[in-house]
């Protein structure tokens, strides 16, 4: 069974400041790994992914996302946040052998001015 | 490309009336799935589809509700009758052959049901 868990409802943050928006997974194999982000009034749009490789992946609009197997988590992060950043952000992950993706609830990111 | 391309982008009906949602995936997708999103309950799958073939459709809550995709191009998700907690944004995705590739969503039909 896969399960994915995003432990904050809500994360704020200063513009310029750095952000962290937290995923933990729960797999049966290897795991791959995906970071959404939902605008308001929008369907999902993919920001990144983790398949095999390097534990740092870098997506769309400056966001970055770190693989970490000992501790079964894929945070999300960017060094410098933006208001235009603010959104509801979905951590997925697959199963080796599963079609289905299992989404977290997410995370709603509200960057400050 | 345009996307997955969704229709309509918001329906008010009134309890007991049928609702069909429309889906159109991406050209050469061999899987499509179609969610729904509530506050509650987040976003949950309703059903998918592998080559138009409906694979899991464990996620739909009752007979109200049917999906079909009688070609590659076009699927369609019908709530018969409509209750006013189906109120909630339907969303529909495609995604190419593989557990690696990620999920395309359409933009989404808010579904109102008074």
């Known amino acids: 069974a896969q399960s994915v868990a995003q432990p904050e409802d809500q994360v704020n943050v200063a513009e310029g400041n750095p952000l962290t928006v937290k995923c933990t997974y729960s797999v049966s194999g290897n795991p791959y790994l995906f970071w959404y982000v939902q605008y308001p009034n929008r369907g999902l749009q993919f920001l990144l992914k983790?398949?095999?490789?390097?534990?740092l992946v870098k997506g769309s609009y400056g966001f970055e996302a770190e693989f970490n197997k000992s501790q079964t988590s894929f945070h999300l992060k960017k060094p410098s946040a933006l208001v235009s950043d603010s959104a509801l952000y979905f951590c997925a992950v697959r199963d080796l052998g599963s079609y289905i993706p299992t989404f977290g609830r997410g995370t709603s990111l509200i960057v400050h001015p | 490309d345009a996307g997955v391309i969704q229709s309509p982008r918001h329906e008010v009906t009134e309890m007991g009336q049928e609702v069909t949602l429309r889906c159109k995936p991406i050209?050469?997708?061999?899987?499509l799935f179609w969610y729904r999103q509530t506050m509650m309950r987040g976003l949950e799958l309703l059903i998918y589809?592998?080559?138009?073939?409906?694979?899991?459709d464990s996620g739909m809550p009752e007979d109200r509700f049917s999906a079909k995709m009688p070609n590659a191009s076009f699927s369609t998700l019908k709530i018969q009758p409509s209750e006013p907690r189906d109120s909630a944004v339907y969303f529909c995705?495609?995604?190419?052959?593989?557990?690696?590739?990620?999920?395309?969503f359409g933009e989404g039909s808010r579904l109102t049901v008074l």
């Open positions: 995705a495609s995604s190419p052959t593989g557990e690696e590739g990620e999920l395309f």
């Open positions: 050209s050469g997708h061999d899987y």
């Open positions: 983790y398949i095999t490789g390097d534990n």
């Open positions: 589809f592998n080559n138009n073939v409906p694979i899991d």
